[in-house]
Every structure is written in structure tokens, then in C-alpha cells.
């Protein structure tokens, strides 16, 4: 990928991990079908990341190494941000919804499991070659 595209990308993981708390509360407070409908876009479009193998930290760590500028700084503003903004969101859901904050943290659970399953399912096949 070149390094327009990964920044790109790397900027709608770390929005997408910002605002998908706020989201989906509203979905699910006011739209429950239309919440259930975009958990499973979401996890489809998790998945697709987990297969093409993007190593999100890696790619962050990339981009910043590869220019000096106010690119990376306004990266590493967003990057801080979302590292800050993430723990606060689940603790609110939590204190607010506690059926969607359970909700949340099963699907970061199915994602955790996925990982780890493809990533011994990976070094099981480097091993036999």
C-alpha cells in the first residue's frame, strides 16, 4: 500500500475507534434492528482487517517513522486521542447501559479470539513449511 492509502486507513481505525461507542449507543437506544444490522457490517469489515493481516500498530509506527511533519504529529494527536477517548466511552456505557456495554465488550472478546486463532493457525503454517 502506499503511504497515502495506509494513512488513510489509519485515520478511519482510529475515528472508527472513537465514535463507534457513541454510535452504536444511539443504534441501540433508538434503531435496535438497525443496531444488530451494522454490529454485523462491523465485524465483517473487522474480519476483512484481520485477514488482510494490517497490523495496525505497525502500520501507525510506519507512518510516523516515514515523515516528520504536521502529518505525523496530527497521527499521533488522533492516536493519543483515541487511546484517551476509548477507556472513558466504555466506562460511561458501562455506568449508563450495562447490557450494551456487555454487548461491547463480547464483540472485543470475539475479535481477541479470532486474532489468536488465525495467528496460531499462521505460525502452525509457517512451522510445516
Not at 509506527?61 to 497521527?75: I, P
Request: charged share 25%; glycine share 0%; no cysteine.
Amino acid at each position: 500500500m502506499s503511504n497515502k492509502v495506509e494513512e488513510i486507513l489509519l485515520r478511519l481505525i482510529l475515528w472508527r475507534e472513537v465514535l463507534y461507542i457513541p454510535a452504536y449507543t444511539l443504534m441501540y437506544d433508538y434503531a435496535n434492528k438497525f443496531f444488530w444490522i451494522v454490529v454485523i457490517i462491523d465485524r465483517i469489515i473487522n474480519l476483512a482487517i484481520i485477514a488482510k493481516n494490517i497490523d495496525i500498530d505497525e502500520l501507525f509506527d510506519k507512518l510516523l517513522t516515514s515523515y516528520k511533519d504536521k502529518k505525523s504529529e496530527s497521527l499521533t494527536k488522533l492516536g493519543i486521542f483515541t487511546i484517551i477517548t476509548t477507556p472513558i466511552l466504555y466506562i460511561l456505557t458501562l455506568i449508563n447501559n450495562q447490557k450494551l456495554f456487555f454487548i461491547l465488550i463480547i464483540l472485543e472478546i470475539a475479535d481477541f479470539i479470532v486474532i489468536k486463532i488465525l495467528d496460531d493457525n499462521f505460525k502452525i503454517i509457517k512451522k510445516n513449511k
